[in-house]
């Protein structure tokens, strides 16, 4: 059997397959979260599913922290 790595989506916390998820990274010039669709860049990433109501509240969390200033 082979092994399948796994990753929690960091809105509705459920685990799925790491090619389920899309992942996001902080570009390291400007500070700010962009999308890696390789899952290949550097650093600590976070995930969120493909479902609509988790990309449409991690575009909200992502646009208020942009707001006040704070990476995520």
């Not at 669709?37 to 109501?53: I, N, S």
């Amino acid at each position: 059997m082979k092994h399948v790595a796994s990753r929690m989506c960091v809105i509705c916390r459920k685990r799925r397959p790491k090619t389920e998820l899309a992942r996001y990274v902080l570009a390291e010039r400007e500070g700010e979260p962009a999308p890696d669709a390789g899952q290949t860049l550097p650093g600590r990433g976070v995930y969120h599913c493909f479902d609509g109501a988790c990309g449409a509240a991690f575009a909200r969390r992502l646009a208020g922290k942009k707001a006040k200033g704070r990476s995520v």
